[in-house]
Nanobody, 116 residues
Framework: QVQLVESGGGLVQPGGSPRLSCAAS????????MAWYRQTPGKQRELVAT???????NYADSVKGRFAISRDNAKNTVYLQMNSLKPDETAVYYC??????????WGQGTQVTVSS
């Protein structure tokens, strides 16, 4: 059974720097592309960052230079370090794992609320 469990969300002040974690089980983690998405009510889920099995990363233009995705294959965990958060980045943040044409896996999401 595949599980992706996110943590690290909560209430953050504008300009804050939380770090999200996603612990994976039930997959050969090191083989998978891992990604973070976010979604606000009424909007489509948005890709934030990806990290390939070899460690290459990609970011949405809106977060380049502020967010950093990383992975620890020994711990089966992917991270999203977020810096200089803005109120409009309030969203549910989801972890995603995919491998080729196989069905992607999703976590349950963690709420990040940016507010003073």
């Amino acid at each position: 059974q595949v599980q992706l469990v996110e943590s690290g969300g909560g209430l953050v002040q504008p300009g804050g720097s939380p770090r999200l974690s996603c612990a994976a089980s039930g997959i050969i983690f090191r083989n998978y592309v891992m990604a973070w998405y976010r979604q606000t009510p009424g909007k489509q889920r948005e890709l934030v960052a990806t990290i390939l099995s070899g460690g290459d990363t990609n970011y949405a233009d809106s977060v380049k230079g502020r967010f950093a995705i990383s992975r620890d294959n020994a711990k089966n965990t992917v991270y999203l370090q977020m810096n200089s958060l803005k109120p409009d980045e309030t969203a549910v943040y989801y972890c995603n794992a995919y491998l080729g044409i196989q069905k992607p896996y999703w976590g349950q999401g963690t709420q990040v609320t940016v507010s003073s």
